[in-house]
């Protein structure tokens, strides 16, 4: 990928889940608005990915929280997609990251907006997720914080500042 700050993030993006994700466990926290939203930051992950793929993605049967078996499976759920990703991150270049996507819910989106959707390339679309992930990230954060644990610092200059350490998962979350 060409896109070395795009790539950055994403990179980053992996490191900051798997930090929280050692939080979560270490607090042992697996309370239902927790467990939804790590849930919902890798099946937006999960979804865009098989967009950008071009896997078949059905909308009306997306997992729930419900359908792994255990935090563990949810965990090596995030795992996978994240090593994936990184895969197919080495394989796009600038024709790649300018290709306009038809996301399959924007259809939804513009019915229930009543306006128009513009078209979003790979490229922006990569960021949303990295953002959107940052979002939840933080509600998990917000969470472990009212239940009296200490969030992870997880910003993108502490990973900078660190040299760009690789994910560290945690091991065998219950």
């Known amino acids: 990928m060409r896109d070395s700050q795009l790539f950055d993030l ?12 050692r939080a979560v466990v270490a607090a042992d926290v697996a309370d239902e608005k927790t467990v939804g939203w790590l849930h919902h930051v890798h099946l937006v992950q999960h979804a865009f990915f098989t967009v950008w793929s071009g896997g078949p993605l059905d909308l009306e049967h997306l997992p729930k929280p419900e359908d792994h078996e255990d935090l563990a499976s949810m965990m090596r759920w995030a795992q996978d997609c994240h090593r994936e990703l990184q895969e197919y991150l080495v394989e796009c270049d600038e024709v790649d990251l300018g290709r306009e996507l ?3 819910w924007a259809a939804r989106m513009e019915a229930e907006w009543h306006h128009p959707l513009q078209p979003v390339t790979l490229q922006q679309s990569m960021h949303q997720v990295v953002l959107h992930s940052a979002h939840h990230r933080a509600q998990v954060s917000s969470r472990l914080r009212s239940l009296s644990f200490a969030p992870p610092p997880i ?5 900078l500042w660190r040299d760009r350490p690789a994910p560290e998962w945690p091991e065998n979350p219950s």
């Open 10 to 21: 994403l990179q980053h993006c992996e490191w900051a889940d798997s930090a929280l994700w």
């Open 102 to 104: 038809t996301l399959p």
């Open 155 to 159: 910003d993108y200059i502490i990973w």
